[in-house]
């Protein structure tokens, strides 16, 4: 799928603006190139399966195990049915729950919808909504991932940065994009500070080391824990030689202590 430059350009720089969440998004007024698509795309949809068109237009989601709706008709696993779901979405009319379940079937159409998705992000008010925006962005191509990692992290939402730093260890490419991590090792926030450490030990980003060292001795444990497995992941051995490992062996933590206690021992 190709990125249009100028479109991507545009949304890093508007960041998130403070438009209704999605209540009506006029596709026919946005000049970029994904909104005419959708619209093209959703119209010859329904011009030639007029059924699959009405199911994702009308169709209703089904409760999960742990009450969350979900869209889980197979027919809308088609990249044919991309363009109808983010007019859907566009218009407005589901709730933050159903906008939701809706990106998450949108992720498994195997369609181009990252632009749209992006696009999209800078109409909606909800954070669980912008959060799952990002999120997906793990299966994107690469280039729209960069993107929607700078994006999710400039947003106001901790879960929203959370998950800007979690495409980088979960996209499969994630590597070429380690960097974007560094920058959630600083966050105000520990839950951020955390998955990015996370992240950059999932990406197998080695550049990523000496800046985790800091969060050895984050004063939130958890944080402390996952830079200690991280750096584990990235080199074994020169995390041994780190004179912090005395103190983590015996941290109040005890998840931490043992963790370090453990590396030492290897």
């Not at 603006?17 to 909104?35: D, K, R, Y």
């Not at 199911?55 to 027919?75: C, E, V």
């Not at 809706?102 to 959060?131: F, I, K, M, P």
């Not at 495409?167 to 839950?191: C, F, Q």
């Amino acid at each position: 799928m190709r990125i249009h430059t100028l479109f991507l350009g545009a949304v890093v720089s508007l960041g998130l603006m403070s438009s209704p969440a999605l209540a009506g998004v006029e596709l026919s007024s946005i000049s970029q190139p994904w909104a005419q698509q959708a619209l093209d795309s959703a119209a010859q949809l329904e011009a030639t399966q007029p059924a699959l068109a009405a199911s994702i237009r009308t169709g209703d989601s089904r409760p999960s195990r742990n009450g969350q709706p979900l869209f889980i008709d197979p027919t809308w696993r088609t990249p044919e049915a991309a363009g109808a779901i983010l007019v859907r979405l566009a218009e407005g009319g589901d709730n933050a729950d159903h906008r939701i379940a809706l990106l998450g079937a949108l992720s498994h159409t195997g369609g181009d919808w990252a632009d749209g998705v992006l696009g999209l992000y800078s109409h909606e008010t909800d954070a669980s909504v912008r959060r799952m925006m990002i999120d997906i962005m793990a299966d994107a191509p690469i280039e729209a991932a960069r993107v929607g990692v700078k994006v999710g992290f400039d947003d106001r939402s901790p879960a929203v940065r959370a998950a800007a730093m979690r495409v980088v260890g979960t996209h499969r490419e994630g590597n070429t994009i380690g960097e974007l991590a560094l920058s959630g090792l600083s966050d105000d926030s520990p839950v951020v500070r955390e998955e990015a450490a996370r992240s950059i030990g999932y990406a197998g980003y080695a550049k990523g080391f000496e800046a985790m060292r800091s969060l050895l001795q984050d004063a939130d444990a958890s944080v402390r824990f996952r830079a200690l497995r991280s750096l584990e992941k990235l080199d074994m051995t020169r995390l041994q030689q780190l004179p912090e490992l005395s103190s983590l062996a015996v941290d109040p933590n005890i998840k931490v202590a043992r963790e370090a206690q453990k590396v030492q021992a290897k």
